[in-house]
Protein backbone atom coordinates (compact mmCIF):
# COMPACT_ATOMS: atom_id res chain seq x y z
CA UNK A 1 0.00 0.00 0.00
CA UNK A 2 1.11 3.21 -0.59
CA UNK A 3 1.12 5.60 2.50
CA UNK A 4 -0.36 8.84 2.87
CA UNK A 5 -0.44 10.66 5.86
CA UNK A 6 -2.94 13.33 6.32
CA UNK A 7 -4.01 15.95 8.53
CA UNK A 8 -6.41 17.20 10.36
CA UNK A 9 -7.33 21.00 12.14
CA UNK A 10 -10.19 23.32 13.19
CA UNK A 11 -11.49 25.89 11.03
CA UNK A 12 -11.09 29.76 10.18
CA UNK A 13 -13.02 31.77 8.09
CA UNK A 14 -12.37 34.74 5.64
CA UNK A 15 -13.09 36.23 2.61
CA UNK A 16 -12.28 35.78 -1.20
CA UNK A 17 -13.10 34.41 -4.46
CA UNK A 18 -11.89 31.27 -5.40
CA UNK A 19 -10.94 31.21 -9.78
CA UNK A 20 -11.37 27.57 -10.44
CA UNK A 21 -14.20 26.69 -12.28
CA UNK A 22 -16.48 24.25 -10.91
CA UNK A 23 -18.31 21.25 -11.38
CA UNK A 24 -20.36 18.66 -9.29
CA UNK A 25 -21.57 15.24 -8.51
CA UNK A 26 -24.05 13.21 -5.51
CA UNK A 27 -24.45 13.52 -1.23
CA UNK A 28 -22.24 12.51 1.13
CA UNK A 29 -23.45 12.35 4.94
CA UNK A 30 -23.34 15.40 7.09
CA UNK A 31 -20.04 15.40 9.25
CA UNK A 32 -21.58 17.41 11.81
CA UNK A 33 -21.12 21.08 13.17
CA UNK A 34 -18.32 22.72 12.62
CA UNK A 35 -15.61 23.50 14.79
CA UNK A 36 -14.52 26.37 17.23
CA UNK A 37 -11.29 28.01 16.62
CA UNK A 38 -8.92 28.55 13.64
CA UNK A 39 -6.86 26.30 11.11
CA UNK A 40 -3.49 26.88 10.04
CA UNK A 41 -2.65 23.23 9.12
CA UNK A 42 -4.44 20.82 6.89
CA UNK A 43 -3.09 18.08 5.32
CA UNK A 44 -1.16 14.85 5.72
CA UNK A 45 2.56 14.38 7.51
CA UNK A 46 5.19 13.39 4.05
CA UNK A 47 8.86 12.18 3.61
CA UNK A 48 10.66 15.86 3.83
CA UNK A 49 14.03 14.77 3.98
CA UNK A 50 14.57 11.98 1.24
CA UNK A 51 14.49 8.63 2.93
CA UNK A 52 10.93 7.34 2.90
CA UNK A 53 9.68 8.09 6.61
CA UNK A 54 6.78 10.39 7.06
CA UNK A 55 8.45 13.94 9.09
CA UNK A 56 6.81 15.89 10.80
CA UNK A 57 6.59 19.92 9.71
CA UNK A 58 5.96 22.99 12.83
CA UNK A 59 5.71 26.65 12.81
CA UNK A 60 7.37 28.53 15.95
CA UNK A 61 5.46 31.53 15.59
CA UNK A 62 7.73 33.56 17.85
CA UNK A 63 11.22 32.76 16.24
CA UNK A 64 12.63 34.57 12.91
CA UNK A 65 9.30 35.99 12.10
CA UNK A 66 7.98 32.47 11.83
CA UNK A 67 10.17 29.49 11.77
CA UNK A 68 9.37 26.29 9.98
CA UNK A 69 10.70 23.07 11.40
CA UNK A 70 11.03 19.81 9.90
CA UNK A 71 11.41 16.96 12.66
CA UNK A 72 12.75 13.85 10.34
CA UNK A 73 10.89 10.58 11.49
CA UNK A 74 12.97 7.64 12.79
CA UNK A 75 10.58 5.28 11.31
CA UNK A 76 10.60 4.03 15.17
CA UNK A 77 7.60 4.15 18.23
CA UNK A 78 10.06 4.59 20.77
CA UNK A 79 9.30 7.29 22.70
CA UNK A 80 11.06 10.12 23.36
CA UNK A 81 13.17 9.09 20.34
CA UNK A 82 10.70 8.97 17.95
CA UNK A 83 11.42 12.28 15.94
CA UNK A 84 15.30 13.21 16.28
CA UNK A 85 16.86 16.60 16.11
CA UNK A 86 14.87 19.15 14.40
CA UNK A 87 16.27 21.33 11.16
CA UNK A 88 14.67 24.77 10.58
CA UNK A 89 13.94 25.36 6.84
CA UNK A 90 12.05 28.44 6.52
CA UNK A 91 11.93 31.90 8.36
CA UNK A 92 8.77 34.50 8.03
CA UNK A 93 6.31 32.13 7.63
CA UNK A 94 4.06 34.30 9.97
CA UNK A 95 2.27 35.51 6.96
CA UNK A 96 1.02 32.57 6.09
CA UNK A 97 -2.59 31.35 7.83
CA UNK A 98 -2.62 28.00 6.40
CA UNK A 99 0.57 25.45 5.62
CA UNK A 100 0.63 21.95 4.46
CA UNK A 101 2.98 19.24 2.60
CA UNK A 102 1.78 17.41 -0.45
CA UNK A 103 3.09 15.53 -3.80
CA UNK A 104 2.51 18.67 -5.70
CA UNK A 105 5.48 18.11 -8.26
CA UNK A 106 7.32 14.83 -9.60
CA UNK A 107 6.69 11.99 -11.42
CA UNK A 108 3.02 9.82 -10.89
CA UNK A 109 4.22 7.01 -8.83
CA UNK A 110 1.59 4.75 -7.44
CA UNK A 111 3.52 3.28 -4.53
CA UNK A 112 6.19 5.47 -2.74
CA UNK A 113 9.75 4.75 -2.95
CA UNK A 114 12.59 6.05 -0.72
CA UNK A 115 13.92 7.58 -4.17
CA UNK A 116 10.61 9.28 -4.69
CA UNK A 117 11.49 12.90 -4.97
CA UNK A 118 10.07 14.37 -1.14
CA UNK A 119 6.72 16.15 -0.60
CA UNK A 120 6.34 20.16 -1.50
CA UNK A 121 5.30 22.93 1.11
CA UNK A 122 1.82 24.37 0.52
CA UNK A 123 0.97 27.79 1.37
CA UNK A 124 -1.95 30.22 1.88
CA UNK A 125 -1.06 33.96 2.04
CA UNK A 126 -2.92 35.72 4.95
CA UNK A 127 -3.47 38.94 3.14
CA UNK A 128 -5.07 37.86 -0.19
CA UNK A 129 -5.69 34.52 0.16
CA UNK A 130 -3.05 33.17 -2.52
CA UNK A 131 -2.32 30.09 -2.55
CA UNK A 132 1.59 28.93 -3.24
CA UNK A 133 3.93 25.54 -3.12
CA UNK A 134 7.36 25.35 -2.45
CA UNK A 135 9.04 22.54 -5.13
CA UNK A 136 11.18 20.64 -2.41
CA UNK A 137 14.63 20.53 -3.28
CA UNK A 138 15.16 16.77 -3.05
CA UNK A 139 17.27 16.99 0.08
CA UNK A 140 16.58 18.38 3.19
CA UNK A 141 19.38 21.40 2.94
CA UNK A 142 18.31 24.24 5.86
CA UNK A 143 17.09 26.93 4.32
CA UNK A 144 17.56 25.73 1.12
CA UNK A 145 14.83 22.50 1.45
CA UNK A 146 12.59 24.52 -0.79
CA UNK A 147 12.93 26.02 -3.87
CA UNK A 148 10.87 29.70 -4.72
CA UNK A 149 7.20 29.98 -4.25
CA UNK A 150 4.80 28.60 -7.14
CA UNK A 151 1.49 30.47 -7.37
CA UNK A 152 -1.34 28.35 -7.68
CA UNK A 153 -4.35 30.08 -7.11
CA UNK A 154 -6.20 32.94 -5.20
CA UNK A 155 -8.68 34.46 -2.83
CA UNK A 156 -8.43 31.00 -0.90
CA UNK A 157 -9.75 32.65 1.94
CA UNK A 158 -13.03 32.05 0.96
CA UNK A 159 -12.55 28.48 2.70
CA UNK A 160 -13.49 27.79 6.00
CA UNK A 161 -10.99 24.40 6.00
CA UNK A 162 -8.78 23.04 3.89
CA UNK A 163 -6.29 19.68 3.68
CA UNK A 164 -4.28 17.25 0.93
CA UNK A 165 -4.79 14.30 -0.24
CA UNK A 166 -5.14 11.99 -3.60
CA UNK A 167 -8.47 11.50 -3.62
CA UNK A 168 -8.29 10.84 -7.10
CA UNK A 169 -5.96 8.30 -6.92
CA UNK A 170 -3.55 9.33 -9.43
CA UNK A 171 -0.24 9.66 -7.67
CA UNK A 172 -0.63 13.65 -6.87
CA UNK A 173 -2.22 15.37 -4.14
CA UNK A 174 -5.25 16.89 -4.34
CA UNK A 175 -6.86 19.71 -2.36
CA UNK A 176 -10.21 19.08 -0.60
CA UNK A 177 -11.87 22.11 1.05
CA UNK A 178 -15.54 23.37 3.00
CA UNK A 179 -16.83 26.76 1.61
CA UNK A 180 -18.67 29.01 3.60
CA UNK A 181 -21.89 27.25 2.74
CA UNK A 182 -20.26 23.83 4.02
CA UNK A 183 -20.11 22.43 0.75
CA UNK A 184 -17.15 20.02 0.52
CA UNK A 185 -15.31 20.21 -2.58
CA UNK A 186 -11.87 18.55 -4.43
CA UNK A 187 -9.51 20.76 -6.67
CA UNK A 188 -8.02 17.55 -8.42
CA UNK A 189 -4.25 18.03 -9.51
CA UNK A 190 -3.74 17.77 -13.18
CA UNK A 191 -0.44 15.72 -13.03
CA UNK A 192 1.91 18.95 -13.56
CA UNK A 193 2.67 21.67 -11.42
CA UNK A 194 1.36 24.60 -13.68
CA UNK A 195 0.89 27.77 -12.09
CA UNK A 196 -3.08 28.51 -11.84
CA UNK A 197 -3.70 26.01 -14.28
CA UNK A 198 -2.15 23.27 -11.22
CA UNK A 199 -5.53 22.41 -10.05
CA UNK A 200 -9.04 20.87 -12.28
CA UNK A 201 -12.14 22.22 -12.11
CA UNK A 202 -13.87 21.44 -8.56
CA UNK A 203 -15.95 18.40 -8.12
CA UNK A 204 -18.31 18.48 -4.85
CA UNK A 205 -17.86 15.55 -2.90
CA UNK A 206 -20.46 16.22 0.17
CA UNK A 207 -22.05 18.90 2.17
CA UNK A 208 -21.45 19.20 5.46
CA UNK A 209 -19.06 21.18 8.68
CA UNK A 210 -15.63 19.88 9.56
CA UNK A 211 -15.17 18.92 12.77
CA UNK A 212 -11.69 18.24 13.17
CA UNK A 213 -10.93 16.29 10.00
CA UNK A 214 -8.82 13.92 8.75
CA UNK A 215 -8.38 11.95 5.20
CA UNK A 216 -6.10 8.62 6.53
CA UNK A 217 -5.04 5.54 4.46
CA UNK A 218 -6.84 2.89 6.97
CA UNK A 219 -9.14 1.13 5.06
CA UNK A 220 -7.98 1.14 1.49
CA UNK A 221 -5.41 2.29 -0.80
CA UNK A 222 -6.84 5.65 -1.17
CA UNK A 223 -7.36 8.26 1.62
CA UNK A 224 -10.85 7.60 3.95
CA UNK A 225 -12.69 10.45 5.20
CA UNK A 226 -12.68 10.72 8.86
CA UNK A 227 -13.56 13.60 11.69
CA UNK A 228 -12.38 13.82 15.16
CA UNK A 229 -15.05 16.41 17.42
CA UNK A 230 -13.93 18.96 19.55
CA UNK A 231 -16.86 18.88 21.16
CA UNK A 232 -17.37 15.19 21.84
CA UNK A 233 -13.58 14.02 21.87
CA UNK A 234 -14.70 10.58 19.85
CA UNK A 235 -13.14 10.36 16.03
CA UNK A 236 -15.10 8.16 13.40
CA UNK A 237 -14.17 7.42 9.55
CA UNK A 238 -15.92 6.41 6.69
CA UNK A 239 -13.60 4.28 3.90
CA UNK A 240 -13.02 5.58 0.56
CA UNK A 241 -14.92 3.71 -2.63
CA UNK A 242 -11.54 2.99 -4.43
CA UNK A 243 -13.20 5.21 -6.90
CA UNK A 244 -13.45 8.65 -7.48
CA UNK A 245 -16.81 9.69 -8.07
CA UNK A 246 -18.08 12.89 -7.02
CA UNK A 247 -20.58 12.44 -3.51
CA UNK A 248 -20.19 8.37 -4.05
CA UNK A 249 -15.96 8.84 -3.47
CA UNK A 250 -16.97 7.56 0.07
CA UNK A 251 -19.33 4.72 1.21
CA UNK A 252 -21.52 4.63 4.39
CA UNK A 253 -19.79 1.87 5.96
CA UNK A 254 -18.55 4.55 8.82
CA UNK A 255 -16.82 3.20 12.41
CA UNK A 256 -15.59 4.77 15.41
CA UNK A 257 -12.42 4.84 15.46
CA UNK A 258 -12.02 6.15 18.90
CA UNK A 259 -14.63 6.88 21.67
CA UNK A 260 -16.01 9.89 23.27
CA UNK A 261 -13.71 11.64 24.95
CA UNK A 262 -10.52 10.64 23.46
CA UNK A 263 -9.77 13.86 21.71
CA UNK A 264 -11.87 16.21 23.31
CA UNK A 265 -11.26 20.18 23.44
CA UNK A 266 -9.99 19.87 27.08
CA UNK A 267 -7.38 17.55 26.82
CA UNK A 268 -6.35 18.16 23.27
CA UNK A 269 -5.12 21.22 21.41
CA UNK A 270 -3.77 19.61 18.04
CA UNK A 271 -4.60 16.48 16.45
CA UNK A 272 -3.23 15.13 13.17
CA UNK A 273 -2.14 12.04 11.79
CA UNK A 274 1.72 10.52 10.82
CA UNK A 275 2.43 6.93 10.48
CA UNK A 276 5.33 7.41 12.78
CA UNK A 277 6.09 3.35 13.07
CA UNK A 278 6.19 3.48 9.21
CA UNK A 279 4.02 0.41 9.03
CA UNK A 280 1.91 2.12 5.80
CA UNK A 281 -0.87 3.10 8.49
CA UNK A 282 -1.31 6.34 9.75
CA UNK A 283 -1.26 6.91 13.35
CA UNK A 284 -3.01 9.49 15.43
CA UNK A 285 -1.09 12.49 16.90
CA UNK A 286 -1.88 14.12 20.12
CA UNK A 287 -1.08 17.66 21.94
CA UNK A 288 -2.34 18.06 24.91
CA UNK A 289 -2.85 21.91 26.32
CA UNK A 290 0.24 21.55 28.28
CA UNK A 291 2.73 21.01 25.30
CA UNK A 292 3.13 16.53 25.65
CA UNK A 293 2.78 15.29 22.78
CA UNK A 294 1.28 11.78 22.13
CA UNK A 295 0.96 8.85 19.33
CA UNK A 296 -2.13 6.73 19.15
CA UNK A 297 -0.70 3.54 17.10
CA UNK A 298 -3.41 2.58 15.30
CA UNK A 299 -4.10 -1.65 15.32
CA UNK A 300 -6.10 -2.00 11.92
CA UNK A 301 -9.50 -1.37 10.93
CA UNK A 302 -11.22 -4.41 12.23
CA UNK A 303 -9.14 -4.30 15.39
CA UNK A 304 -10.64 -3.44 19.05
CA UNK A 305 -9.82 -0.87 19.96
CA UNK A 306 -8.67 0.47 16.67
CA UNK A 307 -5.59 2.51 18.70
CA UNK A 308 -3.54 1.63 20.97
CA UNK A 309 -2.48 3.20 24.43
CA UNK A 310 -1.17 6.62 23.51
CA UNK A 311 2.93 6.92 23.82
CA UNK A 312 4.53 10.46 24.41
CA UNK A 313 6.88 11.27 22.02
CA UNK A 314 7.49 15.08 22.87
CA UNK A 315 6.73 18.01 25.21
CA UNK A 316 7.12 21.74 25.16
CA UNK A 317 4.90 21.52 21.75
CA UNK A 318 2.88 24.60 22.67
CA UNK A 319 5.18 26.67 21.14
CA UNK A 320 4.39 26.00 18.25
CA UNK A 321 1.15 27.10 16.13
CA UNK A 322 0.54 24.10 13.67
CA UNK A 323 2.42 20.66 12.97
CA UNK A 324 1.63 18.82 10.08
Known amino acids: MRARWIVASA ?14 AAPAADMGAAAIGDQRAGTHSHDLTGDGIPDLLSRQPGVNGGSLWVYPGSGKLQGMATFPARTEVRRDFNGYNWVGVAEM ?20 RTTDG ?13 LSTFGNPVQIGRGWNSQGWITLAD ?4 GFDDVVTIDGQDVRWVYPHKGTLDGQSTLKARVKLGVGRSLWELRPNWSRENPDQAAASIATGDLYACPHTNT ?40 VLK ?6 LFIYRFNGWNSNPMLAAPIQVGRGWNSMDLIT
Open 130 to 142: ALFVFPHSGQLNG
Open 287 to 292: REPDGD
Open 11 to 24: IVLGAGLLTVPTSS
Open 244 to 283: FDGEATYDGNCKTVAPVPTFAKPTTSWISLIDADADGNED
Open 167 to 170: VTAD
Open 105 to 124: TGETEEYETVSEQPADLVAR
